[in-house]
C-alpha cells in the first residue's frame, strides 16, 4: 500500500532550502560543493579504472588521487558485476555451517 505523503519526491528546491537553514549557508556554497563532489567521484572512478586495465601506473595514480585511495580500491579488488555484497558473504561460508541464534 502506498502512503500519499511517501509516495512523492519534494521538490530540490526544498531539500536545498533546508540543507542551507541547517547549515547557515547560502545555495551558491552548497551546490559549488555538491558539483564539486560528484566531478571528484567521476574522477576517481575513471582514475582508478584506468588503473585496473593497465593504462596507468600505480605511482601516477597514487599521483592524481592520493596512495591512501589507491592502495584501498587495489585491497578491494575489482568490482564483481551481479554480485551483491550479501551473495558473496553467503558464498565465504562454509557449506556445513549453521548460523548462530
Known amino acids: 500500500m502506498r502512503i500519499a505523503d511517501e509516495a512523492q519526491r519534494r521538490p530540490l528546491s ?4 533546508f540543507i ?3 547549515l547557515h549557508a547560502d545555495e551558491a556554497e552548497i ?4 558539483l564539486r563532489r560528484g566531478v571528484f567521484e567521476i574522477y576517481k572512478a575513471v582514475v582508478l579504472h584506468e588503473l585496473q586495465r593497465g593504462r596507468l601506473d600505480p605511482a601516477e595514480a597514487s599521483r ?3 596512495s591512501l585511495v589507491v592502495a584501498r580500491a587495489q585491497a578491494e579488488g575489482p568490482p ?3 554480485k551483491s555484497a550479501r551473495a558473496t558473504v553467503r558464498a565465504r561460508r562454509r557449506p556445513g ?3 548462530g541464534r
Open 14 to 17: 526544498q531539500e536545498l532550502a
Open 20 to 22: 542551507c537553514h541547517r
Open 31 to 34: 551546490l559549488g560543493k555538491a
Open 64 to 66: 592524481l588521487l592520493g
Open 80 to 82: 564483481r558485476p551481479g
Open 97 to 99: 555451517a549453521r548460523r
